[in-house]
């Protein structure tokens, strides 16, 4: 079946709003800045109080730290643990933790190679889903600065299972796969009308 001159015309106009709609929303969700709050924390807790509000809390050398970029515009960054000791939380050698950027978001300058003391609880401030994050209000600290925090909890417990979460850290962001579905649906569009054309 052909279509006509006229037809040919509305389907190509249709597929270009389209096409605009979704190439504009994808940049849209890419280059959107987020609102920015100022961090503001209240009186430090104490240990036992940390302690009991965490879900994990261990201690760890940096492997990695990754700057991400939410669906909702929001840049957090996301730190890769090799953990040596666990006061509470899963048994697992490896752990990431998630923390704002810095300045006002409340977020931990993690540095690679650098050992903490880290004190995480479920949270979805920094995008909606909900993950293991850190902040500046929490005792996380160095580990060479948590004399008082380990004199409290003890030894701790070595990590039994041996995990590798290495390639988490590059799994492509929410927003890109949205930017990428809409592409191919776009061309998937394009090839089906195109072939109706030739038909």
């Not at 504009?24 to 807790?45: K, T």
């Not at 479920?122 to 160095?142: F, H, N, Q, W």
């Not at 090839?191 to 054309?197: A, C, G, M, T």
Request: contains cysteine.
């Amino acid at each position: 079946m052909k279509l006509g001159l006229e037809g040919g015309v509305v389907v190509r106009r249709v597929i270009s709003i389209l096409l605009m709609t979704v190439l504009g929303l994808s940049f849209m969700m890419i280059f959107h800045s987020s609102d920015v709050y100022a961090c503001s924390c209240a009186q430090p807790q104490t240990v036992k109080d940390q302690f009991s509000r965490s879900e994990a809390v261990f201690s760890g050398k940096v492997l990695e730290v990754k700057e991400q970029k939410n669906v909702n515009g929001s840049m957090t960054k996301a730190a890769l643990f090799d953990v040596s000791r666990i006061w509470k939380g899963g048994t697992e050698s490896q752990i990431i933790i998630h923390t704002g950027s810095g300045g006002g978001d409340c977020g931990i300058n993690f540095e690679k190679g650098k050992e903490y003391l880290v004190y995480a609880a479920p949270s979805s401030m920094y995008g909606g889903k909900e993950l293991l994050v850190t902040i500046i209000c929490d005792r996380t600290v160095a580990l060479n600065q948590s004399q008082e925090d380990l004199a409290v909890l003890g030894e701790g417990k070595f990590p039994t299972e041996q995990v590798h979460l290495e390639g988490e850290l590059s799994r492509m962001h929410p927003f890109i796969w949205v930017a990428v579905i809409g592409v191919v649906a776009i061309g998937t569009t394009i090839f089906l009308f195109r072939r109706k054309w030739k038909k």
